[in-house]
């Protein structure tokens, strides 16, 4: 640690022990950078690039009357990048005495009606706040047709993003796998830890599957679940690192434990950022939270960021 970082640490009342040195990049790693492909933003940050899994705002209803203060809470906290919920996006079809089913059949309509200028209209207002929209999250699931996936996927790329990424089981995820290509897209898997259920993505193996139902499938590993179903998050990366989308970045106990603030579980967050930083490989990384807090959201986000920074500084 340089004199300047270690100062930078001390004023903000962190131990050099916490980080420990970085390590080198490997001989002959190549010269392409985190943000590879895609515009460098606000959230470069020494080679990596972060962004944010909104669901951190657990205050903010995720709505689409919600967008513009999400917008502004993403600025606030420094973010250039996003994953973004389909439910900050597509309009709410309910009403008093409408059923469900109702407004489930006027929501595929919807979509299924193109609605190009909407999602360019969302796009815009993004754009101009200085965000990419990396991936639109989506949870498909049997209740879609063919048609209506195929029209999510044209959505989110008029929208701007790379991939749909959904906490989809095996039997979805080997259903959707094929639409993804046609768009020039990838379909993104994520994992739980609900070890018990077969169709889901619990642990390497069930990755290895998914991953196999097409080239345009990648991963999203979440290292709180990872961590939770006792998995090995450095190992999963440098197996599967040119598979591998995003992180979603949050801490946890191990053996189902509970999820706790960045530094206090098991999660080897800084080991899985400088992994990336010195490897220069392009996983985008979002961070994420489930632990109760006491701090507004967009507070405990600015914590969660500046640990990150510090760790790859």
Not at 151 to 167: N, P, Q, Y
Not at 180 to 200: K, Q, T
Not at 280 to 307: K, S
Request: aromatic share 8%; hydrophobic share 40%; charged share 25%.
């Amino acid at each position: 640690m340089t004199r300047r970082e270690f100062g930078r640490v001390a004023v903000m009342g962190w131990s050099a022990a916490v980080f420990g040195p970085a390590r080198s990049a490997p001989a002959g790693a190549g010269q392409a950078t985190a943000a590879a492909g895609r515009r460098d933003n606000r959230s470069l940050v020494g080679g990596v690039q972060f962004g944010l899994q909104p669901f951190c705002y657990h205050d903010l209803a995720m709505t689409p009357e919600n967008r513009s203060t999400l917008v502004r809470r993403l600025v606030q906290n420094g973010m250039g990048m996003v994953e973004l919920h389909a439910t900050w996006v597509e309009p709410r079809f309910t009403a008093p005495g409408a059923g469900e089913a109702a407004a489930r059949e006027k929501l595929r309509a919807w979509r299924l009606g193109n609605p190009v200028d909407h999602y360019r209209m969302v796009k815009k207002e993004f754009d101009e706040a200085g965000i990419d929209i990396f991936t639109y999250y989506v949870n498909i699931n049997d209740t879609y047709t063919d048609a209506e996936i195929d029209a999510v996927f044209a959505g989110a790329k008029v929208l701007g993003a790379r991939g749909c990424v959904g906490s989809q089981g095996l039997d979805v995820s080997r259903r959707v796998a094929r639409f993804a290509g046609r768009h020039g897209m990838f379909l993104g898997v994520h994992n739980h830890d609900n070890l018990s259920d077969p169709d889901a993505i619990n642990n390497e193996a069930s990755f290895v599957k998914a991953l196999g139902f097409s080239p345009d499938v990648r991963a999203t590993l979440d290292t709180r679940h990872f961590t939770a179903a006792n998995g090995d998050c450095i190992d999963f990366l440098e197996k599967h690192h040119d598979r591998v989308s995003s992180v979603h970045l949050g801490d946890r106990r191990k053996n189902n434990g509970r999820s706790t603030p960045f530094g206090e579980g098991d999660a080897p967050l800084i080991e899985v950022l400088r992994l990336i930083r010195d490897n220069r490989w392009p996983i985008v990384v979002l961070l994420e939270f489930e632990h109760g807090t006491l701090r507004p959201a967009v507070e405990e986000v600015q914590l969660m960021f500046d640990y990150c920074k510090r760790a790859v500084s």
